[in-house]
């Protein structure tokens, strides 16, 4: 175990690990410090019940595949249950309650703590920023990025999504609207593909009939099992997992290298700063506090990396009382989203697919996608029915369809279902696509993290988070979902139901410390000397709608060599 850290890195999540895995292969001896629990440790065998001996961990022989496994079940509730689940927004501690951020109006805030952050539930969907977001707009251009994109995309690894009857309607739906297949990974004109995810190819025996499931479930590649947003505890062990969580793919790379720890059970209260001759304070440490016994420690470092998310990191940047700067917590999108649901007739399916039914849950969670810069992206969405029941049919901004009727001739539903509306839709669940609309929303000033400045809870103020789309993304979200719209129509839907979600459902967010306003263009804040972030809070904008997490992922490999080069 390594003590005196030349660097301490704030949250494991998507972001954090990688820059630890980098600075660790340059013999830079790094600290991890992260807020919730650690699946798959030996040192924590009952992560929410037992603090566990230990403190921290840093010996990749820790690891254990098998208990990752039993860790991670298939059932919604046990995963995604957002008091109970193991992917709660809490301390490991089930006696206590998950931590509040203050969310005005209806509001659905996605967000998991633990090693993997929230990628352990994310999809794995892993896309490069469209180039016309980042040219004339970042302050480093997109040719920049791409040395760290592909460095990324081989670690992970990335690779295309294998077909399944949701993609293979996908696809047809999207030929029928009028859009070619896009064969590039530098997106610059609209078009449909397979998603660039970070899953494992499926196993090879996948389709032989003399290897069980659970057999395949214990080899090397997808088997195609559909529960990617409970986690995906299926590989021979832990680093070898399908589905490329950050838990799985860096982390374990980060031990590897002997120069790194990660200390779980651990929040960050405070930055500590002194000030330095370069006139502006600099990072010397972090306040931490056990969330098992709520003891409070300093840790010093040198250099200290902020990668708590786009919430947390401006909250800690302002509970620390860092420098005053208009723009922490400031700009903040998130990708405004909807959905739009197409329910077939058995009798289209089988002309289509050759099967009565799509079963939505087989195959990754999110396999094809429609890139359409300027607007935004469109993918698929193949959730377990109680995750699908609820997000597509039962959240939304426009109250009940029942009392308001469709709204709309394109849709023959809108907004929530209830009683036999839901009943019949949920019938149709095997023989439906749910199309998600991810909108490129404009950074606007008003939209933020800040300080609730009533609400405290153990680890200082809360978090206090308002969202309003603008009139230019409330148009781009309503062009998107038309076009989903056609291409279920297209497809031979029978029957279409739009969501109309919630603004505040908060899943891509992005923007809240950003990059040529918090930080420079290597990540380093203005204000405060070897103080650095390295999470989705540092993206200038939305990136034109593809998913956030590899953008983080090349830019903290940027970070890393920049940090390394600065101070080491
Ligand atoms: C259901 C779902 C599906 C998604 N699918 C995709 C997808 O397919 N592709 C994609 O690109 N993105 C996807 N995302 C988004 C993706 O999860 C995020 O982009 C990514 O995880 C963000 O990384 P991050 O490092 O900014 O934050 P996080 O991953 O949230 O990590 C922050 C970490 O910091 C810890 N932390 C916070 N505060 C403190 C503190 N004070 N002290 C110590 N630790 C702290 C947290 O516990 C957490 O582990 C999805 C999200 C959801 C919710
Ligand atoms: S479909 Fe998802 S959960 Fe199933 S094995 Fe593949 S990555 Fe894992």
Redesign the pocket.
């Known amino acids: 175990m390594k003590t005196d850290p030349d660097v301490i890195v704030?949250?494991?999540?998507?972001?954090?690990p990688v820059i630890a895995k980098e600075l660790g292969e340059r013999g830079i001896n790094v600290l991890v410090?992260?807020?919730?629990p650690w699946y798959g440790n030996k040192k924590w065998p009952e992560p929410n019940q037992n603090r566990g001996k230990a403190k921290m961990s840093s010996d990749p022989g820790d690891l254990d595949g098998s208990l990752y496994r039993n860790q991670f079940t298939r059932l919604e509730n046990d995963m995604n249950d957002l008091v109970t689940g193991k992917f709660r927004?809490g301390s490991a501690d089930r006696r206590r309650t998950p931590w509040y951020r203050n969310v005005p109006d209806r509001s659905f805030l996605?967000?998991?703590?633990?090693?993997?952050?929230?990628?352990v539930?994310?999809?794995?969907?892993?896309?490069r920023a469209f180039p016309q977001a980042i040219d004339d707009e970042w302050p480093i251009n997109y040719d920049d990025l791409i040395p760290y994109y592909e460095k990324v995309e081989n670690t992970l690894p990335v690779e295309f999504a294998p077909t399944t009857s949701k993609e293979a309607l996908f696809y047809y739906g999207a030929e029928k609207a009028g859009f070619p297949l896009n064969q590039t990974l530098d997106v610059t004109s609209s078009g449909y593909r397979p998603?660039p995810?970070?899953i494992l190819p499926p196993n090879e025996h996948l389709m032989d009939p003399d290897v069980s499931l659970e057999e395949l479930s214990h080899m090397e590649g997808c088997t195609l099992s559909g529960h990617?947003?409970q986690g995906c505890p299926y590989g021979p062990s832990l680093e070898k997992m399908a589905k490329r969580s950050?838990n799985v793919s860096y982390v374990p790379l980060a031990m590897k290298t002997g120069n790194v720890t990660f200390r779980p059970n651990?929040?960050?209260?405070k930055i500590l700063t002194e000030d330095s001759a370069s006139g502006k304070p600099r990072a010397t440490g972090?306040q931490?506090r056990d969330t098992w016994t709520g003891e409070m420690e300093e840790l010093s470092a040198g250099i200290v990396v902020m990668?708590?998310?786009?919430?947390?990191?401006p909250?800690?940047w302002l509970n620390s009382e860092l420098p005053h700067n208009d723009w922490v917590g400031r700009g903040m999108t998130t990708h405004y989203m909807d959905m739009v649901t197409g329910t077939f007739d058995a009798q289209t399916l089988m002309e289509i697919l050759g099967s009565p039914s799509v079963n939505p849950f087989v195959g990754h969670?999110?396999g094809a996608r429609l890139d359409y810069p300027g607007l935004g992206m469109i993918?698929n969405l193949g959730e377990s029915p109680g995750l699908s029941a609820q997000q597509a049919f039962g959240f939304s901004q426009y109250g009940y369809n029942i009392l308001r009727g469709p709204g709309s001739d394109k849709w023959d539903q809108r907004g929530r279902l209830t009683g036999s509306e839901l009943e019949e839709a949920m019938n149709g669940y095997k023989r439906s696509l749910t199309l998600l609309i991810v909108t490129d929303d404009e950074v606007q000033y008003q939209n933020r993290v800040e300080l609730d400045p009533n609400i405290k809870d153990e680890?200082g103020p809360v978090p206090f988070v308002r969202y309003t789309p603008s009139e230019k993304s409330k148009k781009r979200r309503d062009q998107l979902a038309k076009v989903a719209t056609t291409m279920l129509r297209g497809a031979g839907a029978s029957q279409v139901h739009r969501s109309d979600l919630p603004p505040n459902y908060?899943?891509?967010?992005?923007s809240t410390m950003r990059m040529g306003f918090v930080v420079d263009s290597s990540c380093e804040a203005y204000q405060v000397q070897g103080l650095y972030i390295?999470?989705?809070?540092v993206d200038y904008n939305a990136l034109g709608g593809?998913?956030?997490?590899?953008?983080?992922q090349a830019l903290?490999t940027r970070t890393a060599e920049l940090l390394a080069d600065k101070y080491f």
Do not use: K
Not at 110 to 119: D, H, M, V, W
Not at 506 to 510: A, E, L, P, R, V
């Open positions: 704030i949250g494991a999540g998507g972001g954090g410090v992260e807020a919730g927004w996605y967000q998991s703590a633990g090693i993997g952050g929230s990628t539930h994310y999809y794995a969907n892993s896309l998603q995810n970070a990617c947003g950050t651990t929040f960050v209260m972090v931490i990668a708590a998310g786009c919430i947390e990191t909250r800690l969670t999110s993918e680890h908060y899943i891509h967010i992005q390295a999470d989705n809070s593809p998913n956030p997490t590899l953008t983080t903290a």
